[in-house]
């Protein structure tokens, strides 16, 4: 598989299978269905989701728990990930391939990119973006590391592989069909369900 950016290549390989490992704990889940049931509230008639970058699955697994019947979709760059993903999904949902290249098809009721889009090289973001608005048929969710400007951030001792700004607010300035739904953010220190200080967009396509 060719890729375009160095981050793709990145993720592709040996960084992104060794990833999988460090997030296998199903100890994670009580945190996740908590995340969605927060940041989900106000989706209403939701039959279908894919996720963009879903890797071994956690996120879909645990929309799973609150929505049982939802059509589940899932990218995933990383070979070894996608096979993970497809025991979650069923593997004709599952899509190995890089975001940069994939196509919808389709559009489902919700697209969600989750801890995605810091990663991916900043001059792709433009055309990920009319991706991800392409596969949202009514809702998109966006849970991202936030800054109010763009920032490069060093990456477990890597340079150019984690990039904080305003995704969504990119998002909602490129694409006029877009409005906001709902926003929140969830704290690393919660005594309960603690998660990644991840700031969460909720966006609604007008129709």
Request: hydrophobic letters at 65%; a negative charge; zero cysteines.
């Given at each position: 598989m060719t890729f375009k950016t160095e981050q793709e290549d990145f993720w592709a390989g040996s960084f992104g299978s060794q990833y999988i490992s460090r997030n296998q704990d199903d100890a994670l889940l009580p945190s996740l269905v908590n995340f969605f049931a927060r940041s989900l509230r106000l989706v209403q008639g939701a039959a279908s989701c894919i996720e963009f970058g879903a890797n071994i699955g956690l996120n879909l697994k645990a929309i799973k728990v609150l929505h049982p019947g939802y059509d589940l979709h899932g990218?995933?760059?990383?070979a070894d990930a996608a096979g993970e993903l497809a025991q979650i999904i069923p593997a004709g949902n599952v899509h190995n391939c890089s975001i940069l290249d994939f196509k919808p098809g389709r559009t489902w009721d919700l697209a969600l990119i989750k801890?995605?889009?810091?990663?991916?090289?900043p001059e792709a973001l433009p055309q990920v973006y009319d991706t991800l608005v392409a596969a949202c048929g009514r809702y998109l969710l966006v849970a991202e590391y936030y800054n109010p400007s763009p920032v490069t951030i060093p990456y477990r001792g890597e340079q150019n592989k984690l990039f904080k700004r305003d995704f969504a607010g990119e998002i909602l300035d490129r694409h006029s069909e877009m409005r906001l739904v709902d926003y929140g953010f969830v704290y690393r220190r919660d005594p309960n369900f603690p998660d990644d200080d991840i700031t969460w967009f909720l966006l609604e396509k007008r129709l």
């Open positions: 990218i995933e760059i990383n801890g995605v889009l810091i990663h991916i090289a």
